[in-house]
């Protein structure tokens, strides 16, 4: 069989975007809260520089401060894995009931900068240290 022929690509200077909503990084063209949608998959479909993870939970749940801290720092982690970086540290925002009618959506939220654009000096954007004591802290 015959190997299929690849098309050519184009020079990167040929290559242009009109509309964000068609890049891979909207964040270059000005719109971090379009990429920011993008990559949270949790997002109530409005654009936002909040990355937002729910986690839903059986009925009966107890909601400990260990539940919340293992679910933050498991929304930390997912909101690295899709490209952005923590402007805050986050954290737990409320529950709602889930579509089931039985299980509990426990929603967590955190103020994001995309991570294409987060060392640009002239963006904001702070690391976190994990909750407790950092070197920083005086007694």
Known sequence: MP????AAAKPAEELTVEDPKDMQFPSEAGEPELEISKRSADNLDEESETHR?????PPGTQLTDELHNANVWA?????????LRPAEDGGFVGAED???GVSLDLVYECQVVPAHVATDPEVSHATVPPPGETSTDED
């Open 3 to 6: 190997a299929a022929k690849k």
């Open 98 to 100: 889930n579509a089931d």
């Open 53 to 57: 993870k729910v986690f839903t939970v």
């Open 75 to 83: 929304m930390r982690q997912y909101l690295m894995n899709q490209g």
